[in-house]
């Protein structure tokens, strides 16, 4: 019922922009910390960036100064705005949040998004 689904990889080259959404739906009563991973082949899932319920943030080194998250809280969803992309920043997004459905909370993961930067 409760479901992440990510949206906005694609194919960029260096250099270049992309916007990544995260939608939140179904029945949640609460919204915690949420936060944006990647996988790339072979390696393991790192966190990207991450934000709490009241607005901090937090981001990867590798990704400081160049990506940026945040929330709309009235449209449940999470952004991740990615610019000054690198070869290296090509991975599998992944859109994680801890959700309350009723007086019981999960953690949940959306099914990924595909980002490649190449030329």
């Known amino acids: 019922q409760v479901q992440l689904v990510e949206s906005g990889g694609g194919l960029v080259q260096p250099g270049g922009s992309l916007r990544l959404s995260c939608a939140a739906s179904?029945?949640?009563?609460?919204?915690?910390?949420m936060g944006w991973y990647r996988q790339a082949p072979g390696k393991q899932r790192d966190l990207v960036a991450s934000?709490?319920?009241?607005?901090?943030?937090n981001y990867a080194d590798s990704v400081k100064g160049r990506f940026t998250i945040s929330r709309d809280s009235a449209k449940n969803t999470v952004y991740l705005q990615m610019n000054s992309l690198k070869p290296e920043d090509t991975a599998v997004y992944y859109c994680?949040?801890?959700?309350?459905?009723?007086?019981?909370?999960?953690?949940?993961w959306g099914q990924g998004t595909q980002v490649t930067v190449s030329s």
């Open positions: 179904g029945s949640i009563f609460g919204i915690n910390n």
């Open positions: 994680s949040g801890l959700l309350a459905d009723g007086s019981r909370w999960s953690t949940y």
């Open positions: 934000i709490t319920r009241g607005g901090s943030t």
